[in-house]
């Protein structure tokens, strides 16, 4: 699922997104771990992972994860209110251009990670 880009969109209104959703405000590294646990003990087979802990050198908006199974997919994970930045959205734009499975994912979002993990 393509998240739509908002240019107008303030940050007073992604914190405000934030604070409706409720229970779903989650830490983006809470969040991180959700999608990680199902990906490896509830998918079945399980997916394989990988994601740069220490990204000095690295290009700047490389999506958080790379999962792979039977397919490749690069996975962004955003809190609720959380923007995905200008050099994020370049990277995006180029992995989907060269044919890349993209996806952003929020906590929101659980029951469109599982069917695209299951």
């Known amino acids: ?8 969109f303030a940050r007073a ?16 590294d809470d969040w991180t771990r959700w999608v990680l646990d199902y990906a490896t003990r509830v998918a079945r087979p399980a997916w394989e992972h990988y994601h740069t802990r220490n990204s000095r050198g690295s290009r700047a908006g490389f999506p ?9 997919i690069f996975v962004e994970l955003k809190s609720e209110g959380g923007r995905v930045k200008r050099e994020q959205w370049a990277v995006i734009d180029g992995l989907r251009a060269a044919g890349a499975e993209v996806h952003i994912w929020r906590p929101s979002m659980r029951a469109t990670v599982a069917e695209v993990l299951r």
């Not at 958080?64 to 490749?72: A, N, S, T």
């Open 1 to 8: 699922m393509t998240e739509p880009r908002l240019p107008g």
């Open 64 to 72: 958080d994860w790379v999962l792979w199974r039977e397919r490749v």
């Open 13 to 28: 209104q992604r914190q405000a997104l934030a604070r409706a959703a409720g229970p779903l405000a989650e830490s983006e």
